[in-house]
C-alpha cells in the first residue's frame, strides 16, 4: 500500500487564524488525493478532491474560499484552514489513491483544535 | 444522495467470540466497497470488494459483498482485545475521481 504523512499531527490556533495542513505521498506520485474532515463520534465526510495541477474540486457545503488546497506536486497537497474558528476543530485526514487505482490509503491525519 | 448506512453502531462481546458487521448501501454508478478500521488516528484498508460472492479473507477477518442486496458484511472470529476499533465501510461510487461515501461506522468493543 502506499504511505503517506501528514504534518502537523496536532495544532492549536487562536480564532482568525490560518493553518496549513501538509499531506505528503511518500513512495509514489499521486496525481489526486482526497481531503476529509472527520468530527468526534462521526464518520469522514469527503470536503475535496485534490489534482495536481488544476483546481481542487470541492463537495457541495464546503466552502472554497476558507478549505484553501493547493496541489502543486505529485507528492504534496496542503490544506489551508483559513480565519479559523472554534467550529473548524476537527481531525482533518488526507488521503491518496493506491497504485491498483481504487483502494485509499489515509494519512496519520492532523488534529486541529481552534481557540 | 448515496448513502451507506452500517449496522451495529456498537457492538461488545467477550474475547474469543465472533462478530458479523453488516453494510448496506444506496449508492448510484456502484465501483466497490472497502472496509476500513479506525483506531485512534486514521483508518487502515482491509478490503476492497467489487464482485459478488466472492469472499475476501486475511486471517481472522473476512468480508463478502452482495450485490443483489446492496450489502457487505465483516466477520471477525476468534476475537482479541487488539480486534476492538471502529470499523468503517466505504462506498466508492460515482463517474469520478474515486469518491468514497464512508457509513457512521461500528464502534468494536471487545472485553477480555
Known amino acids: 500500500g502506499a504511505v503517506v504523512s501528514q504534518h502537523p499531527s496536532r495544532v492549536i490556533c487562536k480564532s482568525g487564524t490560518s493553518v496549513k495542513i501538509e499531506c505528503r505521498s511518500l513512495?509514489?506520485?499521486?496525481?489526486?488525493m482526497f481531503w476529509y474532515r472527520q468530527f468526534p463520534k462521526k464518520s469522514l465526510m469527503l470536503m475535496a478532491t485534490?489534482?495536481?495541477?488544476?483546481?481542487?474540486?470541492?463537495e457541495q457545503g464546503v466552502e472554497k474560499d476558507k478549505f484553501l488546497i493547493n496541489h502543486a506536486s505529485l507528492t504534496l497537497s496542503t490544506l489551508t484552514v483559513t480565519s479559523a474558528h472554534p467550529e473548524d476543530s476537527s481531525f482533518y485526514i488526507c488521503?491518496?489513491?493506491?497504485?491498483?487505482?481504487?483502494?485509499?490509503?489515509f494519512g496519520p491525519g492532523t488534529r486541529l483544535t481552534v481557540t | 444522495e448515496d448513502k451507506v448506512v452500517q449496522s451495529p453502531l456498537s457492538l461488545v462481546v467477550h474475547e474469543g467470540d465472533t462478530v458479523t458487521l453488516n453494510c448496506s448501501y444506496e449508492?448510484?454508478?456502484?465501483?466497490?466497497l472497502l472496509w476500513y478500521k479506525q483506531e485512534k488516528k486514521a483508518p487502515t484498508f482491509l478490503f476492497m470488494l467489487?464482485?459478488?460472492?466472492i469472499e475476501k479473507k486475511s486471517g481472522r477477518l473476512s468480508s463478502i459483498l452482495d450485490k443483489k442486496e446492496l450489502s457487505s458484511i465483516l466477520n471477525i472470529t476468534a476475537t482479541q482485545t487488539g480486534d476492538s476499533a471502529i470499523y468503517l465501510c466505504?462506498?466508492?461510487?460515482?463517474?469520478?475521481?474515486?469518491?468514497?461515501?464512508f457509513g457512521q461506522g461500528t464502534r468494536l468493543t471487545i472485553n477480555p
Open positions: 488521503s491518496v489513491v493506491g497504485t491498483s487505482g481504487s483502494e485509499q490509503y
Open positions: 513512495d509514489f506520485q499521486a496525481t489526486t
Open positions: 485534490s489534482n495536481e495541477g488544476s483546481k481542487a474540486t470541492y
Open positions: 449508492v448510484t454508478n456502484f465501483r466497490s
Open positions: 467489487t464482485s459478488s460472492g
Open positions: 466505504a462506498v466508492e461510487a460515482g463517474g469520478g475521481a474515486q469518491k468514497l461515501v
